[in-house]
């Protein structure tokens, strides 16, 4: 299994900082300091080492250093720049991420992406390269909020190790979008419906069935590896997944068509589409509990969320023979002692290298010596 490192972090114009450059020695790297330091901005960038819009979703253009004036920039053409040194299997490469600004302002943002001075033909190529996982308080609640952050988890999972994932899930998304366009146009277009159902069955069901595979991966890894994280039963619901269970894909794929067929006139008044994998839950439960995640302590699905993350990163050694970065943003907030020494014992064995942050230096007494700290202060970032 190969270790993947990443060597330095160089920002322009990127929020807080005008410039910065990082060099990275160790496999646990951890930035403290106060609220509005800007600890979580340096995560971030890390994270547009993977497709979309990073850790914070955040608008491309919001990102760009506020009180910055064009006319210091080198290139004036550029909103925001990015640029890493990683050690890959392939060899050290530099990864390099900007926003192109257009002078139209109809025009919508773009991210460009280089490896080693070459453009990247699309975001989904970076995918291919590294895999970025992160942890932020944003997720603190993940498990028990709305389906719809549980399913981009899972998808996340997926595509981390088949980067076809995003592209099925994109494919899946546009004609459902087409179909519910020429449904509110009040448009009657049987082969354009046909053909846009059709794509929506034929990705829709491939989604599911990779959904569930992971699930099945991710319980196995959990149960075969009893250490100080829980464990969760996962199953996803949802009509898609019901159609799966008693009949083939091929024929999963015809009845999901039939009855977007059938759902038309009800989806005309209702808007989107009334079945499908975009509206599947993923329900998890406390094992040794034996309770449903909402009726968790805050601690104990935090707790919950990690295992998956472990047993994720479990999975991604094996299947991708290579390790992702991990960013665990207040990554410790609301684990105790035992769980924190824990969490830092697996990541040593799965040699993942980890960027974590915190208020509190206190908090990582136990990796003290074998971790680089950075002391982050109103956008200085020193070594200590
Ligand atoms: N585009 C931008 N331009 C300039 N500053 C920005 C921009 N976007 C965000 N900031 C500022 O960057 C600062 C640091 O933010 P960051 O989220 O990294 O803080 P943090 O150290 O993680 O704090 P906390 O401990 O509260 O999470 C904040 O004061 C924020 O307002
Ligand atoms: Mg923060």
Same mark, same amino acid.
């Given at each position: 299994m190969f270790s993947i490192r990443l060597r330095d972090l160089s920002l322009t114009h990127f929020r807080c900082y005008s410039s910065l450059k990082l060099l990275f020695e160790e496999r646990v790297i951890i930035f403290t300091g106060p609220n509005g330091a800007g600890k979580t901005n340096i995560l971030e960038a890390i994270s547009f080492l993977n497709p979309g819009r990073g850790l914070r979703h955040a608008k491309l253009s919001d990102l760009?250093?506020?009180?910055?004036?064009?006319? =210091?920039?080198?290139?004036?053409? $550029?909103?925001?720049?990015?640029?890493a040194h990683l050690t890959l299997p392939r060899g050290v490469c530099q990864i390099g991420t900007a926003?192109?600004?257009?002078?139209?302002?109809?025009?919508?943002?773009?991210?460009?992406?280089?490896?080693?001075?070459?453009?990247?033909?699309?975001?989904?190529?970076?995918?291919?390269?590294?895999?970025?996982?992160?942890?932020?308080?944003?997720?603190?609640?993940?498990?028990?909020?709305?389906?719809? =952050?549980?399913?981009?988890? $899972?998808?996340k999972f997926i595509s981390s190790l088949d980067p076809d994932h995003s592209k099925r899930l994109y494919r899946y998304e546009y004609a459902m979008r087409e179909r519910s366009r020429l449904l509110k146009e009040g448009r009657n277009d049987p082969l354009w419906f046909a053909t846009l159902e059709e794509k929506m069955a034929l990705e829709g069901i491939a989604l599911t069935a990779s959904r569930e595979e992971?699930?099945?991966?991710?319980i196995s890894s959990m149960n075969s590896h009893l250490g100080s994280f829980?464990?969760?039963?996962?199953?996803?619901?949802?009509?898609?997944?019901?159609?799966?269970?008693? *009949?083939?894909?091929?024929?999963a794929e015809e009845i999901f068509k039939q009855r977007l067929k059938e759902l038309r006139p009800h989806d005309r008044v209702s808007g989107g589409a009334s079945m499908?994998?975009?509206?599947?839950?993923l329900e998890v439960i406390h094992v040794e509990k034996n309770i449903p995640i909402?009726?968790?302590?805050?601690?104990? =699905?935090?707790?919950?969320?990690?295992?998956?993350?472990?047993? *994720?990163?479990?999975? *991604?050694a094996l299947r991708r023979k290579e390790t992702p970065l991990l960013l665990l943003d207040e990554g410790l907030v609301h684990l105790d002692t035992i769980r924190r020494q824990a969490l830092f014992e697996e990541l040593e064995n799965l040699n993942v290298q980890t960027f974590l942050t915190g208020t509190d230096t206190a908090a990582f007494e136990s990796v003290q010596g074998k971790a680089q700290f950075f002391d982050v202060q109103a956008g200085e970032v020193i070594r200590r």
């Open positions: 760009i250093r506020k009180d910055s004036s064009s006319s =210091q920039r080198e290139d004036a053409s $550029l909103g925001w720049i990015i640029s926003l192109a600004l257009s002078q139209r302002e109809e025009e919508a943002e773009k991210r460009v992406i280089r490896m080693d001075g070459n453009d990247l033909s699309s975001q989904s190529e970076l995918e291919k390269i590294l895999s970025v996982l992160w942890m932020t308080p944003a997720m603190d609640r993940l498990l028990s909020d709305g389906p719809s =952050q549980r399913r981009k988890l $899972l998808d992971m699930l099945e991966l991710l829980p464990r969760a039963h996962l199953t996803l619901k949802g009509e898609v997944e019901e159609l799966l269970k008693r *009949h083939s894909a091929l024929e499908g994998p975009h509206l599947s839950d909402p009726l968790c302590s805050t601690g104990e =699905q935090k707790v919950l969320l990690v295992s998956l993350i472990l047993a *994720h990163l479990r999975i *991604h």
